[in-house]
């Protein structure tokens, strides 16, 4: 299957500070990607949808102020944390989709705590 | 945002059992998919379904595609311990992806 690389894998923070998080498509090009939070013992719940070269779609509820979003290459999506307080500390995993494929893989994910 | 309900939540068997659950949905999806997460990393997709009816495996894995579009379920066969992790099932319509609830498996050798 395709291969989605996310990085950092884990990043601890001071509070009040923003941190980057970084989704590749290695081999392939990926037209949207999906930013997803799992807390503990739970399902994915997704965040937003990135489209490249165009605004993220944000779910009901995520704010677009504190999850910046920019996907500007079709192999490159970020997420950022902006202002990040220790209820953000989550694990936080995208995914991206091939073009005409219906099938999301997924990157490893980032544990992020905040303290 | 919504879920899909997936059954049993957790589950715990001794190595050589088969293994089955379920997904269900109130609506329809275009395509299932089913996932494996272990610790500390990102779901791994197990299979692929398409259409109604449809039955796929992988390997000990096999997956169904209910044929009213509103369910999937998850075999595996003959459990190993490295089974254990918690599988997600995700259905999926034009840009979404909705997934289940997970199935937590344990596998006692």
């Known amino acids: 299957g395709a291969v989605v690389s996310q990085h950092p894998s884990w990043v601890i923070c001071k509070s009040g500070t923003s941190v980057k998080i970084e989704c590749r498509s290695l081999d392939f090009q990926a037209t949207t990607m999906f930013w997803y939070r799992q807390f503990p013992k739970q399902s994915l719940m997704l965040m937003a949808t990135s489209n490249e070269g165009s605004k993220a779609t944000y779910e009901q509820g995520v704010e677009k102020d504190k999850f910046l979003i920019n996907h500007a290459s079709l192999t490159l999506s970020t997420l950022t944390v902006t202002s990040a307080h220790p209820e953000d500390s989550s694990f936080y995993i995208c995914?991206?989709?091939?073009?005409?494929?219906?099938?999301?893989?997924f990157g490893q994910g980032t544990r992020l705590t905040v303290v | 945002g919504q879920q899909l309900n997936q059954s049993p939540q957790s589950m715990f068997i001794q190595e050589g059992e088969d293994v089955s659950m379920n997904c269900t949905s109130s609506s329809i999806f275009n395509t299932w998919l089913w996932y494996k997460q272990e610790p500390g990393e990102g779901p791994v997709l197990l299979i692929a379904?398409?259409?109604?009816?449809e039955l796929t495996s992988n390997g000990r894995l096999t997956a169904q595609f209910g044929i009213t579009r509103k369910d999937s379920f998850l075999n595996i066969s003959a459990s190993i311990p490295s089974d254990v992790g918690i599988y997600f099932c995700?259905?999926?319509?034009?840009?979404?992806?909705?997934f289940g609830t997970g199935t937590r498996l344990k596998v006692l050798a």
């Open positions: 379904l398409y259409k109604a009816g």
């Open positions: 995914s991206a989709r091939e073009p005409g494929q219906l099938e999301a893989f």
């Open positions: 995700a259905g999926h319509r034009v840009l979404e992806y909705i």
